[in-house]
């Protein structure tokens, strides 16, 4: 075989060769074919004729020999059906734009009794034929008759063949049989058109009327008027009867006698026509013309939007909800086109790469890391909404750990079409193109111009904008956040030979990019579907990855922060604490590449690791003694910090202003150079280099917020080091990595499983990496207490120990930022529990967590531990310790001005402030404070972040009843989380919508329909079980929805559910909201809840009541916010207890509850109304002693 498989170019022999050699011979402008050939087509015989034997060279008896004359005979009729039928059970996706200038064709004949024509214009696979189903299944329900016509190449050679089918269809003489054709037109014809004319449709439609005298006189053009004459009186007639419509598609393949048939038509006969057309296909002159008439109206045919293809795959596949990697893999090879969707849907289950699981399994936790795909996947939103039936069974699908997605090859259908798409292209187009393929999907123009080095820029620049005007590339715009020069060259980084390069280039390549017009954009991305996997494909092995080491060559030194987060490994000191190990052999070729061709590649490593406040944010351009003078101002009090905050944000100075930093762009690297850089590694067998790029990746992907993906990376990397051992010694990895890589590693994947709500194994992983770092957690309670002692003890005199040399620093910052990761992971995971045994756990990691933050040098990373132990204390009841952290976050504040990271921890100090302010009860305080929070957190684009001040300014503006501001928050809340796929976020979400539903005097955002369905779509999702404090409220506020309207059933339901989590909640905000909902129930099923409904007596669930209560104010004591109400409340039912309670609903005029009671109580306690105003819940936590001794006998 010789050539290219994709172009199919062999080199073929062997007997059947050597027979078609001699038949040519023989049989000279003929298509003939053996006997084998002739019984094996399943033709009709009527398409063959035999051929005389002739002797042949060197073959003694070829057998007999066909003349195949299928293509020179006159088929009879067309295809009278469409090519693709309507799918019954899916409707048509993202097409209201077409049939809508259907049914305006539709309105404009009938009404003004004029014909109109739509014509549908796409390329191959957009969908036209299923638009043409959906528009004859509209046509047909609304009782109009529908001639449908499918052509094919061959027909436009045919004269007249169009309308004959059409008339064959129309005339149903299309598939009766043939004796009986001849009855049926007769009686069709008859009362219409005369009788000695009906032999003119003899050789039109194979009958054989008598030839009449009047026809016999007629020559051939006469007849042919005369039949189209014939025609038209026919349709005239029908269409007075019923509305008729022609569907005929692939219309490009129309002879130029029924395109001008057709146009006389529509201009005399209030006729529908529906056509398609190919978008390449050249059309005759009469087509022109047709589609220049009036009536014709040309409607293109878009490409599916992204949603709308994502959902035709879950269909394609059986599913509700498809991985980000498949989603990515789908996009960026069908560009909105049905028909390549659908084979590459098929050709995946062919291939048999995907897992299926079944969603309405219950989700469990998983005690090992290869079995979390269909969690991972669980914990995303679905892509397409279960159905509501029961009995349908449901499924997700995951792609198998062992499979590279960017390696599968397209199937053969649509190789050939990318190959015919690049063979169209130039020699230096494809050169381009092909190049362009090997970096990947997006690329960068200097990248391209080093894996072409013989070209120069002009060249380049020419090439590039031929192929952008041909649609084949596109330039990445600002509005897809691509922006070339922020990422590729850190800001804190400039060499003489980068300013040198700058300005001798300065003249040629801007003057060329005025001269051809091209954006300042220097990212494009392919805009052609498959276009790049075609070109991909076609490389030789060997070149192949030749060039995929250029690639990786040129983008390592660019694998880092963005320019605006002062560069710097997402795995912090990664290539520090790992330099010995990418020195070694296995890695020279790849580490040791040296380049010098292009500016973006002259970068400082040591420097990438240290921030450069002064090119960092552009209000420290001011003096340097005015720097200094500003970090000696020293936060003493809060007072101090919130005046220095408000000074920042109210500077408009770009200079001076707080928010002036450049936009962080560490998406855009993660996108265009780590995950391509993982990619080029695997290819050119780079493992090790491939498994420190996965972990930057993965890093990179949680500091964006996106679990899954940092999941996805961390998923390859555990394939690269293999099936782990049942026994430890066993252990050995496919790959070569260092004890701090593999404690990274763990690190990352305790990470995902925290956020995955895998608590179980988010702890163990959790573990063993602090063991890989060389500090222990223990196991038991024992061992926590010994832990402690040393923590307190032997740890104070390790501070004293002299610092580190030099050498050894920043390897020693990346085992101690690792440490304290694991050591933050153990403090989250045991806090989730409210049990004695997990408070000792979590307390332990706080102390470690806290003697772990003396050794580091960074201030923000101080402020933010700090922060995260006073939420800790506040979680868990600690007052005292509560303030103190907090305030030691603000002390050290005041050095976190001046860099991103720094901005960072200023907007994490600030939301705990809010968060501080609404549990004291300081509302208006704590609502300011919560703008202010949210204003740096859209700046910083922390999606986590934004979306916990967005919550806690919620729940400020809800107990102030300020409705309005709570539907504007929450309006905010679902921008931010409908972009990204965090259930967790939307649970939060939910719970405030349902509080604004009981609560908010008729305010609303989502209706309780759309609450409801999500709640008990995840309900048994890992990540809401674990969220006891969240389900508390979420449940409690369900019963209390079913109460009001009787609906027992469903309120012992969620009530049951709530109290199997008050227990396990703790003394957060969010906590202490969820158990004073859960009161509220209680004290509904005490007064309206009938008695043979609920399995307890009343006197039983009074005690109980009261029993909670109690616990209430034990549990909750760092959250007075809600304390008054309580108080209120456990009053109500104490004075309540003997009195009789009935079923007359009367709802206090309050924000927190709705309480039913006798309207005497009422009259007997005329002040008890008033006392539940929102004064008296903004209270501060040191309320004066009176206060808190009338509160402790009430409780009493």
């Given at each position: 075989?010789?050539?290219?498989v ?8 062997g ?6 050699a ?21 033709l009709?015989?009527?398409n ?18 066909y003349?195949?004359?299928g293509h ?11 090519a ?17 200038a259907?049914r ?5 004949c ?12 796409g390329?191959?696979g ?9 528009i ?15 052509l ?5 050679k045919?004269?007249?063949?169009a309308?004959?089918?059409l ?13 009986y ?15 000695p ?9 194979f009958?054989?009327f008598?030839?009449?005298f009047?026809?016999?006189?007629m020559?051939?053009?006469?007849r ?10 026919v349709?005239e007639k ?7 419509i022609?569907?005929i ?23 529908i ?25 040309l ?10 293809l ?11 909800s ?7 893999y ?8 049905p028909?390549?969707c ?25 005690s090992k ?21 029961e ?13 590279n ?10 190789k ?15 050169s ?6 090997v ?5 960068h123009?200097?990248?391209?111009q080093h894996?072409?080095?013989g070209w ?31 990422i ?7 060499t003489e ?5 700058t300005?001798?280039?300065a003249?040629?390549?801007l003057?060329?990019q005025?001269?051809l017009?091209?954006p300042?954009m ?17 490389w ?14 040129f ?53 990438l ?15 340097s ?9 020293y936060?003493r ?7 220095k ?14 928010l ?7 998406r855009?690297?993660?996108?265009l ?15 090790t ?6 972990l930057?990746s993965a ?10 993906m940092a ?23 496919k ?9 990274t ?11 995955m ?9 959790a ?16 061992g926590?207490?010994?832990q402690t ?14 610092r ?10 990346a085992v101690?930022?690792?440490?304290m990761?694991?050591?933050s992971?153990?403090?989250?995971l ?7 045994s ?9 102390l ?16 933010s531990?700090y922060?995260?132990?006073?939420q ?14 907090e305030?030691?976050a603000?002390q050290?504040s ?33 609502i ?7 204003e ?13 001040v967005?919550?806690?300014l919620?729940?400020?503006?809800f ?7 709570c539907v504007?928050v ?15 976020g ?15 005097k ?8 759309e ?5 008990q ?7 809401l ?20 309207d ?15 989590l008050?227990?396990r909640?703790?003394a957060?905000l ?8 859960f ?13 043979d ?8 669930t ?15 004591v760092?959250?007075p ?19 009789s309670l ?19 109580f009422l ?8 006392n539940?105003?929102i004064?008296?819940f ?11 001794e ?7």
């Open positions: 075989m010789v050539g290219a994709s172009r199919h170019e062999y080199t073929v022999i007997p059947k060769v050597s027979l078609v001699r038949m040519i011979t023989a049989y000279p402008g003929l298509v003939s074919c053996d006997e084998v050939t002739y019984l094996r087509s399943m009709p015989a009527y063959f004729k035999k051929l005389p034997e002739k002797m042949m060279k060197n073959i003694s008896n070829p057998g007999k020999m003349e195949y004359v020179r005979r006159c088929i009879m009729f067309g295809k009278r059906h469409l693709t039928e309507r799918n019954k059970n899916h409707s048509l996706l993202d097409r209201e734009k077409e049939l809508e259907f305006m064709a539709q309105q404009e009938l009404h003004q009794k004029k014909g109109q024509a739509v014509l549908y214009e390329g191959k957009s969908g036209k034929s299923q638009l043409l189903a959906e004859n299944f509209l046509a047909q329900k609304e009782g109009h008759r529908v001639l449908p016509l499918k094919k190449k061959a027909d436009s045919q004269c007249f063949y309308i004959q089918t008339m064959a269809i129309f005339f149903e003489i299309d598939t009766c049989p043939a004796h054709r001849q009855e049926r037109l007769h009686r069709q014809l008859s009362g219409i058109v005369e009788e004319l009906h032999c003119l449709f003899n050789d039109l439609f009958v054989k008598p030839l009449s009047k026809v016999s006189r020559d051939d053009l006469a042919q008027q005369k039949i189209k004459a014939c025609f038209f009186e349709l029908a269409v007075r009867e019923t509305p008729l022609f569907l598609d692939e219309a490009q393949y129309m002879d130029a006698a029924s395109w001008e048939f057709l146009g006389t038509l529509l201009s005399g006969v209030p006729i026509m529906v056509m398609t057309l190919t978008t390449t296909s050249t059309l005759c002159g009469q087509a022109q013309h047709f589609l220049q008439s009036p009536p014709a109206v409607v293109p045919i878009s490409k599916l939007a992204a949603t709308s994502l959902r035709m795959a879950c269909w394609e596949l059986g599913v509700v498809i991985p980000q990697e498949l989603q990515t789908l996009l960026r090879r069908c560009f909105g086109n028909l390549y659908e084979v590459l849907c098929q050709d995946l289950l062919s291939k048999n790469v995907l897992c299926f699981h079944d969603l309405q399994k219950e989700e469990v936790e998983n890391w290869e079995t979390l795909s269909a969690n991972a996947m669980k914990s995303t939103m679905y892509s397409v909404s279960p159905a509501s039936s009995d349908q069974e449901l499924y997700v699908c995951t792609v198998k750990d062992d499979v997605l960017d390696t599968v090859l397209l199937p053969p259908l649509l050939e079409i990318a190959v015919n798409q690049i063979d169209q292209l130039s020699p230096e187009e494809q381009l193109v092909k190049c362009a393929a970096i990947g999907h997006f690329f123009i200097d990248l391209l894996l072409l080095p120069s820029k002009n060249k380049l620049l020419e090439v590039l904008k031929d192929l952008v005007d041909m649609h084949v590339l596109h330039w990445c715009n600002k509005g897809q956040e691509l922006p070339a020069e922020p590729l060259v850190p800001s804190s980084v400039e030979h980068t300013k040198e390069t300005k001798s280039d003249d040629s390549p003057k060329l005025e001269e017009s091209l300042q220097e990212v494009l991305e392919f805009g052609v579907p498959l276009l790049r996997e075609g070109a991909w494909e076609l030789p092995k060997a070149q192949q990855t030749a060039l995929h080491l250029e690639c990786a060559c983008l390592r030194d660019l694998a880092c922060r963005c320019g605006s987060c002062h560069g710097g490994d997402f795995v912090p000191f990664h290539r520090f604490a790992i330099c010995s190990t990418k020195s070694s052999s296995r890695t020279s070729r790849f580490c040791s590449y040296k380049d010098t061709g292009s500016i973006l590649t002259q970068v400082i490593t040591d420097r690791q240290l921030p450069s406040p002064q090119d960092t944010f552009q209000f420290q351009t001011e003096s003694r005015s720097q200094e003078a500003f970090t000696r101002e936060c009090t809060e007072e101090e910090f919130l005046d905050v408000n000074r920042k944000l109210a500077q408009t100075n770009p200079k001076k202003g707080m002036t930093t450049k936009p962080c762009h560490c855009e690297v993660l996108k150079v780590l995950s391509p850089l993982t990619q080029h590694c695997l290819v050119i067998g780079e493992t280099c491939a498994f420190y790029y996965l930057e890093a990179a992907s949680l500091d964006l917020s996106d679990n899954y999941f996805f990376y961390l998923r390859k990397a555990s394939s690269l080091l293999g099936q782990p051992s049942a026994f430890s010694f066993f252990k050995k990895h790959v070569k990595i260092c004890q701090f890589e593999e404690a590693f763990c690190r990352l994947q305790s990470e995902v499983c925290f956020n709500g895998q608590i179980t194994l988010a702890k163990k992983l573990r063993r990496a602090l063991r890989l770092l060389k500090r222990s957690f223990p196991w038991t309670w024992l926590v207490i010994f002692f040393l923590e307190k003890c032997w740890y104070s005199c390790s501070l004293s120990q002299p580190n040399n030099p050498s050894e620093k920043k390897k020693k910052l101690l930022q690792q440490q990761h694991c050591l992971l153990l403090r989250q045991y806090s989730l529990e409210a049990t004695a997990s408070l000792r756990f979590a307390c332990l990691a706080t470690m967590q806290k003697n772990s933050v003396k050794e580091f040098p960074g201030e923000a990373q101080v402020v531990t922060v995260a132990l006073s800790f204390s506040q979680n868990v009841g600690d007052k005292e310790k509560w303030l103190y952290h305030q030691l603000i050290k005041s050095l976190c001005w001046f860099s991103r990271e720094g901005l960072l921890a200023t907007a994490q100090l600030m939301q705990a402030l809010a968060y501080t302010k609404l549990c004291l009860g300081h509302l208006d305080f704590s300011k404070l919560g703008f202010q929070a949210h740096i957190c859209r700046h910083l684009k922390k999606p986590a972040l934004e979306n916990l967005l919550s806690v919620f729940r400020s503006a107990l102030k009843k300020k409705f309005d501001l504007h929450l309006e905010s809340q679902w921008v931010l989380i409908s972009q990204s796929h965090d259930v967790l939307r649970a939060f979400f939910y719970s405030a919508c349902l509080d604004l539903l009981l609560y908010g008729g305010w609303l955002c989502r209706p309780f329909g609450c409801l369905h999500f709640i779509r995840y309900e048994h999702s890992c990540i079980n674990s969220q006891s404090s969240v389900m508390l409220g979420v449940h409690s506020s369900l019963a209390m929805w079913f109460a009001q009787l609906q027992w059933n469903q309120f012992q339901y969620h009530f049951s559910k709530a109290r199997q008050v227990k909640t703790n957060s969010f906590g202490s909201h969820g158990f004073v909902r009161l509220e129930c209680q004290v509904l099923i005490l007064q309206k809840m009938p008695e409904v609920f399995l307890q007596t009343l006197a039983e009074r005690r109980q009541t009261l029993t909670y209560f109690k616990e209430f104010f034990s549990r909750c760092t959250c916010v809600y304390h008054q109400w309580v108080s209120e409340l456990k009053a109500f039912v104490m004075r309540n207890g003997k009195m009935t079923n007359i609903i009367r709802p206090f005029d309050t924000c927190l509850t709705r309480i039913w009671i006798e309207g005497e009259e007997e306690n005329n002040s008890f109304e008033q539940l105003e004064q008296r903004v209270r501060e936590a040191d309320v004066n002693k009176k206060d808190k009338e509160i402790q006998e009430c409780i009493c």
